[in-house]
């Protein structure tokens, strides 16, 4: 068996520990005879693994008693029409920051319900988002619902270093590709959410934590009782049958967070690792960094060389050097790692190491 160094931006690398565990477990979960794949929803042995799952990652958060967490399908994307379905009021508007690729898509899924009430009250679109927008003054009113930011731009490598000031209003984050990777003031959000495929489990997943006035009971659109967050909290994510096989997953990676030290060891580890790769950009005669040095991104770092056919090279040549899904996005072009929680640092290191040797290369 061989593993190789997967920079994929998700589904990503999950901690070996895990998948070894979860593999010895395949065929008999805790002498039920059976894998958690073939495992009932209302069983007791899965009851036991989301009651776990939830309490870990409250445990990892620090999630305060009046904030819901759920567990829920149809990808980060269903989500960008379920926060205007919950939480649009009569006559009231969003205003959102669009920073990336995921934001815009939010944005344009908002104006489905909000129509020109959905506000872009920030944006970077006009340099193809390699920064983060100044959102020190949003166009936020009395009759703002909800401020909107995906909080990490997967496909641009570009991160929120400060909140918006929301004026008081709801905020609600996209944390799909930094989930769990530095601690987060809960406090500060209405609703958090995240697709799992990045940073913490198998694909088909979305974690979300909502503060509780957020879960409505009454809908200004009619509203398909899945996308109701209210139909999911009533039933502590037991509505229909959930992916239990993400949810057991994502419970083993929130066991490994805590055993490797929580969130805060995470970061330390996380900050060491971009900084191995943006120190080695910041330096090199050959390769670039794609975006501005305060809009940084610990876990999505986009770089190229600005001769396509080098890019190509570069990409072609990494499986040789055990580097797997360094493309970058076509949005972008170069390279992209993706360094989740569960890349090592070696990965990180043989990445640089075959940086250093195709410059040298190169740059004759
Ligand atoms: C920040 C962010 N939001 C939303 C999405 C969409 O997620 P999904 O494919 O789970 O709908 C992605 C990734 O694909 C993402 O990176």
Request: proline share 4%.
């Amino acid at each position: 068996m061989s593993r190789v160094f997967n920079f994929s931006a998700g589904p990503a690398v999950l901690p070996e520990e895990v998948l070894k565990e979860a593999a010895a477990e395949m065929l008999d979960y805790e002498g039920s005879g059976m894998s958690v794949m073939e495992m009932s929803h209302r069983s007791k042995p899965f009851q036991k693994i989301l009651d776990e799952a939830t309490q870990d990652l409250r445990d990892l958060m620090n999630i305060p008693d009046n904030y819901k967490v759920i567990f829920v399908q149809g990808g980060a994307t269903q989500q960008f029409a379920a926060v205007p379905m919950n939480l649009q009021t009569k006559g009231g508007n969003a205003v959102y920051v669009d920073s990336g690729n995921f934001a815009h898509k939010a944005f344009e899924e908002a104006q489905i319900f909000y129509g020109e009430n959905a506000i872009v009250g920030a944006s970077s679109k006009e340099d193809n988002y390699t920064y983060i927008p100044d959102v020190d003054n949003l166009p936020i009113n009395d009759k703002t619902d909800y401020v909107y930011i995906c909080e990490n731009n997967t496909i641009f490598g570009t991160t929120f270093h400060k909140l918006p000031n929301t004026q008081g209003k709801p905020l609600v984050s996209d944390q799909s590709s930094m989930f769990l990777s530095r601690p987060v003031d809960v406090t500060k959000y209405g609703v958090i959410y995240a697709g799992v495929q990045k940073n913490v489990g198998p694909a088909g997943l979305v974690i979300l934590i909502i503060r509780e006035d957020l879960v409505k009971s009454e809908f200004v659109n009619p509203t398909a009782t899945m996308l109701k967050w209210k139909t999911q909290v009533s039933k502590d994510s037991l509505y229909n049958t959930p992916n239990c096989w993400s949810i057991y997953i994502c419970g083993k990676v929130f066991k490994w967070l805590k055993k490797n030290g929580g969130l805060k060891a995470m970061e330390e580890r996380n900050e060491a690792k971009a900084k191995v790769l943006y120190d080695y950009l910041d330096q090199s005669k050959l390769f670039k960094n794609t975006v501005r040095k305060d809009s940084r991104s610990i876990m999505n770092v986009c770089f190229r060389t600005g001769d396509e056919e080098l890019d190509a090279e570069f990409i072609k040549g990494a499986q040789a050097h055990n580097i797997a899904s360094i493309k970058g996005h076509r949005l972008v072009g170069g390279m992209r790692a993706s360094i989740y929680n569960a890349m090592p640092i070696e990965g990180v290191k043989a990445l640089v190491e075959y940086m250093k040797e195709f410059e040298k290369e190169h740059l004759k």
